[in-house]
């Protein structure tokens, strides 16, 4: 996916660990907290509408499907989960969930609110989860989330694809219309952080009425519980309505949200500057030099039209799994070695990105820095290892997204390689994200070198940047990479009993990407965001999601 303050989402996270696996042996319940209205800003009630920067998704606006920040930030705005995050800093507080209770953070009790209901006038009720959950893990759904419903029991995939070869799961069970049990096939400590993800999304029963392919007919204007219905979606603008029936208690301030379609970053903050759209998430990295963005997002009195915020997002280059000279780790090494990521924050972004030095986010429960030794600037070493594994045949390749603004930090990592290690190297560019997307899904066979990819947390967990983007067969592991002793760490640290031990696992899982460098950590994002002088403030989430809840308009 591409995919929150650090000291705070951590600590929040920390805390609700804790109390899940504190009580295990103790013969106590152990719920998490309660909701917590207050820290949403759904107090405001502006009304109006606003239209944000959106992008072509790759896949339907299916939960269990949608594994991409395109379609993922419309959903966020659309679904309910048993689990919210709270937009300043992550902390997992309940929504559709009454409790979520558990002794031994295997066997988990889930009570429903009375009353939550779809956008179809039909009540939200513990079979919706119970069948939606089972479609998303099977195999015969075909979806690319499947892989997050592995850790419940009679969860089977002996194929290795991150699927459930069966149509249901022992590990789920109804018990009236507002209590179901999961139970795990091991401790899951930071299960009820997860189930904050869109994935874990109930569907109505209209959902499994639907028999078209793939259910592209419901995919198409999907049935949800959130705050925002899905009213309108075509190529060019996805449009939401505030749902009038909302029972939660995190409700969206404006009446109506336009998603319009942008395949060029830079038109999108033109637009914003000269107030033709409301809201962009992304500014180009040409107006982060000298902080001219800063200059032209100002109102006639004064005030800014600009914010930023710490994200849990990481931007990375993956090796191709078709490209057989890739193969050669000190190949991978090398190149990683071969430029100075501090020099391209600092000529592209204005030092508006932070360089990576590990595969985990600063903002997510669980970060130890410095897990990337090659990340580390070394054009001697890098030039040395380059050569010892036989250099690069041919022109190396950069893909990247012509929607995303990619272009310039790409061609300064090539000009650095071409320098450092004396290899060809050339930016290869997609019109649009999701053709990016589908060549990498296909493992296309002209889809050499490396390619961009962003990681958007889905939870504030160290877990999420690991084991469905590295673990064997998960759903985001594009680079294909497999490592036994990795996957064992992940299974080790799910089962630790207490989150300080599960943290120390994950991490000495991080340290085998060193040695492996199945992908190569380029920057962490703190998110710059702009809005037109309709708007007088908007808060954006540690997700680099902006919270509809939050919008005052002028």
Known sequence: ??????????????????????????????????NSAASTGNSVTSGGEITVRGCTPQNSLLPPNTSEVCGGNVLDASEAKLVHYTPDDAAPELDVAASIDTTDSVHWTVKLNDGYMFQDGTQVKAKNFVDAWNWGAACSSAQLNSYFFAPIAGFTDPSGDGCNTADTMSGLAVVDDLTFTITTTSPTSNLVVRLGYTAFAPQPDAFFADTSEGKANFAKLPIAAGPYQIVKNDDTQMVLQKFAGYSGKFPGSVDKVTFKIYNDTSAAYNDVVANNLDLTDVIPSDQLVGDAWKTDLVNSDGTNRWGTKDTGVIQVLTYSAVDAQLKNTSLRQAISLGWDRAQVTKAVFNNARTPATGWVSPVADGYKADQCTNCVFDAAKAKQLYDAAGGYKGTFLIWVNGDGGHDAWAQAVCNQLKNNLGMEC??????????????????????????????????????????????????SNDGDYSNPAFDQLLVDAAAATTNDAANKLYQQAEALLDKDMPSMPLWYQQSQFGFSSKIKSVKMTPFSTFDFGSVVMN
């Open 426 to 475: 050339a930016v290869q560019t997609t019109p649009d994200f999701k053709t990016l997307r589908n060549k990498i899904t296909k493992r296309d066979a002209d889809l050499t070198g490396m390619y961009r990819g962003g990681w958007q947390m889905d939870y504030p967990s160290i877990e999420n940047f690991l084991a469905p983007i590295y673990a064997t067969g998960a759903s």
């Open 1 to 34: 996916m591409l995919t929150r303050p650090r000291a705070l989402a951590a600590a929040a996270v920390s805390a609700l660990l804790l109390m899940s696996v504190a009580s295990c042996g103790s013969g106590d319940n152990t719920t998490t907290p309660t």
